[in-house]
């Protein structure tokens, strides 16, 4: 069962910040946060990923809590492109279980003009 | 990263047949599975297809209906069998590599199975 709760939907104006929320109440400690997303009819494509600090990359911003029970998946500038959705992944970074995704439902990110 | 593809990309076919589905990596890779994702789902885990033996199942899926080869650590083959409409859904093949010491995921562009 996936261990993440997004909303299922969210808009954005193209050129402003797109903040898609996640919770994960129940991490483990040592469990990433990963961010995936799925353009229509594609496969997933990784976004971003972290353990307890903030991250950045050319893509996303990524912001966990102290707590590390919630994140925010930024994307500073949104483009039409990137709409789509966007799905939240708790996950080991090595081990037996890895690459064993348990995938929720997304969040569905609809850029407008 | 790891260049995945897919044969075939789509297909339509009757209820009662098989269709085998092929991935091939660009490059070795540790980790190969195989993925479901039902009409206006989310993905959900087939099994984990494993070099030179039996694949590792998910719960509710059975090796009778989707067999799984791993010749390599390049390519992997699923087959649906017997298939009736439920089996509509796109199959995407997933690889974890090793790069700079960490582990990334990726996934194919998918298989999209129409039964009718």
């Known amino acids: 069962d996936a261990k993440t709760t997004q909303p299922p939907s969210m808009d954005c104006a193209e050129g402003r910040a797109a903040n898609l929320p996640c919770n994960h109440s129940?991490?483990?400690?040592?469990?990433?946060v990963y961010w995936y997303r799925q353009i229509h009819s594609q496969g997933p494509q990784y976004i971003i990923h972290?353990?307890?600090n903030n991250e950045t990359n050319e893509m996303a911003s990524l912001i966990i809590t102290e707590d590390r029970k919630s994140s925010t998946l930024i994307l500073p500038h949104a483009t039409l492109r990137d709409t789509a959705v966007y799905y939240c992944?708790?996950?080991?970074?090595?081990?037996?279980?890895?690459?064993?995704?348990?995938f929720g439902r997304g969040t569905q990110l609809t850029v407008w003009p | 990263s790891a260049v995945i593809s897919q044969k075939p990309s789509r297909d339509i076919c009757q209820r009662g047949t098989s269709l085998t589905i092929q991935c091939q990596v660009d490059?070795?890779?540790?980790?190969m599975f195989w993925y479901r994702q039902q009409p206006g789902q989310s993905l959900t885990l087939i099994a984990t297809a494993n070099q030179g033996s039996e694949a590792t199942y998910e719960s509710g899926f059975v090796i009778d209906k989707f067999p799984i080869s791993r010749p390599n650590l390049t390519f992997s083959t699923l087959t649906v069998s017997n298939m009736s409409p439920e089996d509509s859904s796109i199959y995407l093949c997933s690889v974890v590599a090793v790069e700079q010491d960490a582990y990334e995921q990726y996934f194919g562009p998918g298989t999209r199975l129409t039964v009718t």
């Open positions: 129940t991490i483990s400690g040592n469990e990433y």
């Open positions: 490059s070795q890779v540790t980790m």
């Open positions: 972290g353990l307890k």
């Open positions: 992944i708790v996950r080991v970074a090595r081990g037996s279980t890895l690459g064993r995704l348990y």
